[in-house]
Structures are given as C-alpha cells and as structure tokens.
C-alpha cells in the first residue's frame, strides 16, 4: 500500500466521524422540542401527561382513577338524594358483633361399610345340592341356614365317630382304664373333626343319635346383613375355602364424602355431621367422621372424609348420593350479611353511610360465611352503617362517574340544587328535535311550562344544562352545556350543542324575576 492510499483511508475515516458527531449532536438538540411538543398535544386532548405543569382539571381526574400516585386504592363514594336512595331501594343496616353458625357441605356417596364384611366359604370340598339363599340382595339372618352341600368326607368322619361312640360303649365300667382312656380319645378326636368342618355341636349329636349316615352337611350364615356376592349354583363342587357369598352388614353404614383442600382445616376425626338426601325428605340423619384418607384426588383436589352413620330400616342403600353437612363450631364476631359484600374480583367492598346522603367504598377482609353473614377481619368498625341493599347499583355508578356524583345527576354540586317551593303548581314538558340529536352537532331544545290550571306560562326565563359526569378511566372530564330558550309563541326554544355522543342529563330551569319558579330533569341520547 502507497503512502498516498494510507492518506486516503486516514481521511475518510476522519470525516466519516465528523459527520456521525454532528448528527448526534443534531438529534439530541431537536428530541426534547418534540417530547415537549408532543406533552403539550396530549395535554390538549385530555390526558393525563405526568407533568409538573397539569391543570387542576387532569389532577382531578388523577384522584378518580383506580389507584394514587402511591398506589393505594383510593376512597370510592357517591353522594345520592333521598329520592335517588328509595328509587334504587336502598337499605342500611348497623355492623355489630354476633354469633356465627358456620356449616360445611360437601357432595357424599354411600358405600358399603368395609369393615363389615362376611365371606361365608366352604370348609370342605364337594357338591352343593340345595341352596337356601339364591339371589343377590337377599337378606340372611345370622345362624340361618343358607346351603346343603354333599362331601365323601363328611360321611366318612361321621361313621368313624359313630364307631368310636359305638366302641366306647362296649368297653364299659369294668374295662381296662388305659383302654378306656383311648376310646375317649378317639370320640374326641373324631367330633374335633367334625367341628372344624363347620359342623354345629347339634348336628354333630344328631349323628350319634340317628340310626341314617349323615350326607350332606348343613351351612349356616355366621353374620346378620345382605347377601352383596353370590359365587355359587346349586349342583356346583367347590374346594375347601371357596367362597359362597359375601355378606354385608348395613344396619351402620359409610358415607364418604368430596372435601376440597381449603375446607380440610375444618374438619376433623370426631366431628358431628348431618346427612341429607332427596330420599328422605325432611329426615336428617347424624353421624360422626371416623377417618380422613391420606391421598388427595388429583383431579377433583378433593380428600374424602369417611362418615359413620346409623342406618335402621336400611333408609341409605350403598351407591345413593347425599349431601353432608358439617357443623363446625359458633362464635361472636363483627359481621357483615352476605348481600352488604360486592366483589369485583380485585378488591372485596362495603359502602358505609357517612351521613347526609354520602357513601363510601371500603376495602374490607372477610372470613368464611356463616348463616349468610361474613366475619369481619379489617375495614369496619363496630357501629359503622353499611348499605345492604342497592349497593350494586351504588358500585356501579361510582365506578361509571369516578367519585362523588349522584345517581342520576352527575356531581354533588349538580344534584345539590335548590328545589323550587312552588314547583308542584307547574308542569314542564320536554323535547329534542331531533330526538337523537349527533353528537358534536346542535340539537333544537323545546320546552313548554304550564300553571295549575293548565295554561301556558309565556313570561318566564328558562334556562336547559346538558351534563355527562367524569370517566377518568377513559381520561374524560366532566362535560356541561348550557342554553337559554327563549319563548317563540307556542313554547320555549333554543339550541344547544351536544359535545360527544352518549347519555346526557338534562336539567330545565324556570325561573321568573330571579325566583325558581320549577326544575325539571331528564335524559338525553345522542349518537
């Protein structure tokens, strides 16, 4: 490379910085001046820009929005007249402390009781020639006969016990004692014999006394219940130890039933629980919990809890479903009825009456319901007055306004106004042309006053106001718009802008030589 190209590229790398410098330079100097230009236009349009310089309008609207500058959730309230409280039906009720029932109900199932089970088996192979209980859900009483079944065997100990019998008879008194002493073991022998293939000691003496040989051996049920298994048919051969039937004892049966991992802390071994069921109408049966499985349902979350309940005259019949309840235990405290709570899903509120048509919003925590009333951990005090009825409607209009405005009029002030003494002698009728007028156009307002008699009153100065309250989550202020009409022969007229589209309320106006003769309120809907 020559002396000269190494200039070249020397210069070039020279001037490539300069120009990157200036740019840079350029940039930084012009960015504020479109930040700032840029604040100003938001500002403009009505929002919220963060800056130092807001009016007091946009910090208006800052305390209305869903959380302060620190984050906290900000107080929520709405001020209503008396007329406005009984439109919506609301009521009030006084928080104070008072005793709790709570109850836990779950869905349970009933289920044969495990531990009182009875298999009724065989002790001896053969043939089963005759069987006393032939169907399933048969009822056996303990002691009754349930099956006859034939066996070599049996046949063959019942004559070796006869002829032991027989043999012992014939040594007498005056035998040898060692001679006697074997044949009495031989009789004992041979009835053990027959006692441990389930012969009773009457069947065992009917032997000895009968002149036939013993056939078929008798079966008889061990356990009281249902007969829940039937696993023979008559002229089947069965081996020693095969099962015959499955015996199950209902008179207390099993009631499991589904309860989610948040309840579990509730509920304990030993605890009272009522079972109800469709069944038995009116009837409440009691139990007690006698065991908790140790293994959480994967798919339900839910831990089955294993009632012990009595059940004379088999009134739950395994595989029903009912509803258990548990009783948990009572106490004092501050509560709260269950319809005074409104749960947004972000925040749990009751409004409380701060007196002269006032009511606020409180962030409240609340423990488990019981007979309808929540308990009260923190937000309320003993003696507070809370809405109890109408709070929906009260929520929902203070979160549509944003702070403290009235149901149907929008701010305090708007609803505070000064009712005219004699407003019951005039009658006002009001209209729109049109009817619905678009938004950001005029709209023709006509008003007509009448006296008591009903004549038209032409000598009055009326004044109609149109007003939107502030929505601070779609960064709007509080609109308003006021027109005088004026009397044009038949009633009074005048035009009006209508700023935006949406309801308006309207206000009218009548007054005569500065007095307030009467007001008038309504709605207006543009488009």
Do not use: C
Not at 288 to 309: D, K, S, Y
Not at 478 to 507: H, N, Q
């Amino acid at each position: 490379m020559t002396t000269r190209e190494r200039f070249l590229i020397v210069a070039g790398l020279v001037v490539g910085l300069f120009i990157a410098g200036v740019v840079f330079g350029v940039s930084r100097f012009i960015r504020p001046e479109s930040s700032a230009a840029k604040t100003e236009e938001m500002a403009a349009a009505g929002y919220e820009t963060g800056s130092e310089n807001t009016s007091n309008q946009h910090q208006g609207h800052q305390l209305g929005s869903a959380t302060t500058s620190e984050g906290r959730q900000p107080s929520q309230s709405a001020q209503l007249t008396e007329d406005e409280q009984r439109s919506i039906g609301l009521q009030t009720a006084v928080v104070h402390h008072q005793l709790i029932r709570r109850q836990l109900l779950a869905v349970a199932r009933v289920e044969e009781p495990e531990a009182q089970l009875a298999n009724i088996s065989a002790r001896i192979g053969g043939r089963i020639d005759k069987l006393h209980v032939d169907y399933t859900g048969q009822p056996v009483r303990r002691g009754q006969s349930i099956a006859e079944i034939y066996s070599p065997e049996i046949l063959t100990s019942a004559e070796e016990y006869k002829l032991a019998l027989e043999n012992r008879k014939r040594l007498g008194s005056n035998a040898e004692p060692l001679a006697v002493s074997g044949a009495d073991e031989l009789i004992a022998a041979s009835r053990r014999r027959l006692e441990l293939w389930g012969l009773t000691p009457q069947q065992i003496d009917t032997i000895a006394s009968s002149d036939k040989p013993q056939i078929d051996l008798t079966i008889y049920s061990p356990a009281s219940g249902i007969v829940s298994e039937r696993k023979v048919t008559q002229g089947q051969y069965v081996n020693a130890g095969d099962v015959l039937y499955t015996v199950t004892d209902l008179s207390t049966i099993w009631v499991k039933a589904d309860v989610y991992e948040g309840d579990l802390p509730q509920v304990h071994v030993g605890q009272a629980v009522e079972i109800t069921s469709e069944s038995l109408p009116g009837t409440k049966l009691r139990g007690q919990v006698g065991f908790l499985e140790p293994m959480v349902n994967g798919q339900t979350r839910t831990i089955a809890a294993r009632i012990q309940v009595s059940n004379p005259g088999m009134r739950l019949r395994p595989g029903m479903f009912v509803q258990a309840r548990f009783v948990l235990t009572s106490q004092r405290e501050l509560a709260v009825p269950r319809s005074a709570v409104v749960d947004t899903g972000t925040r749990t509120l009751v409004y409380v009456a701060k007196g002269n048509g006032e009511f606020e919003a409180h962030d409240v925590q609340l423990g488990p319901v019981g007979d309808d009333y929540y308990p009260v951990l923190a937000g309320l005090r003993d003696g507070d007055r809370i809405v109890t009825e109408g709070n929906f409607l009260l929520d929902s209009q203070t979160r549509i306004t944003g702070g403290m405005s009235g149901m149907f009029g929008g701010s305090k002030e708007f609803n505070q106004q000064q009712a005219a003494p004699d407003a019951a002698q005039f009658k006002v009728l009001f209209r729109s042309d049109p009817a619905t007028p678009q938004g950001g156009a005029e709209a023709v307002l006509h008003v007509s006053v009448q006296d008591a008699a009903g004549k038209p009153v032409t000598d009055a100065q009326v004044q109609a106001t149109l007003f939107m309250p502030a929505m601070p989550a779609m960064g709007m202020a509080e609109m308003r718009e006021t027109a005088v009409l004026g009397w044009k022969g038949s009633d009074y007229e005048g035009r009006i802008k209508v700023p935006t589209p949406g309801t308006w309320a309207v206000t009218v106006e009548v007054t005569r030589g500065g007095q307030l003769l009467t007001s008038y309120r309504s709605s207006l809907n543009a488009k």
